[in-house]
Every structure is written in structure tokens, then in C-alpha cells.
């Protein structure tokens, strides 16, 4: 499946913006793995985060050098909801065109916990 949109930066630019579902590691030539976000789920409710800027987002952010998206999940989600990440699964990841490079964002399902 594949999902086009657009979005605003912070510079005010209108970026093209591809969903995918599938392997994030796959088909990485010319791109950068540079984000995650996980929807997680704690006793059947949605687990969120409300950003000053953006407004209520999943938890999510940058991927530490050597470390794998699914580590970088973990370490987002005890950063930003102070939950413990039970299971995880990948749904997908977006691609954002931005001027001169192609930066990509995993997606994810997590089962958390306090």
C-alpha cells in the first residue's frame, strides 16, 4: 500500500510525503533512516504525546548512532511516556522528500506498560 501527502516544515516549505508499508531497510539507497514513531497501546487505550508545536503525536524521534529503529522505539517511548515497551511490530514507514535528500521514519505498533 501506498499513502501520498504532503506536509509543512518548520521552514514553511511544502514537503512531498510517501506512506509505505513494508521493510524499512529495504530499497535505503539514497535515503537516510533517521526517525520512528510507535502507536502505543496500554490497556486498550491510545498512548500519546502533546507536542507545544505539532499538537498530540505518537511517541517517537531520532535514531541514535549504532542503534537499531527497534532500540531507538524503546528508548523514545521511556523517554517521552516513561512506559516500557512489551512487544513491538512494524507497520510501515513514510518517506519525506525534502530538498536534497530523502529522509525516512519507521512506523510501529507497541504494546506498553508502566
Not at 501520498?4 to 521493510?23: A, C, F, M, P, R
Not at 535515503?31 to 502505543?40: E, S, T
Amino acid at each position: 500500500m501506498e499513502i501520498k501527502s504532503t506536509l509543512i516544515n518548520h521552514s514553511g516549505q511544502e514537503l512531498k510525503v510517501v506512506y509505505w508499508e513494508g521493510d524499512p531497510l529495504a530499497d535505503l539507497e539514497g535515503k537516510i533512516l533517521q526517525g520512528v514513531h510507535a502507536f502505543c497501546f496500554y490497556d486498550g487505550k491510545l498512548v500519546l504525546v502533546k507536542h507545544p508545536k505539532s499538537g498530540w503525536m505518537p511517541p517517537g524521534g531520532g535514531i541514535e548512532q549504532g542503534e537499531t529503529y527497534e532500540q531507538a522505539i524503546i528508548r523514545e517511548v521511556k523517554e517521552e511516556i516513561n512506559m516500557k515497551v512489551v512487544s513491538q511490530a512494524l507497520i510501515g514507514f513514510q518517506d519525506i522528500y525534502e530538498p536534497g535528500r530523502i529522509v525516512r521514519q519507521t512506523r510501529s505498533f507497541c504494546i506498553v506498560e508502566p
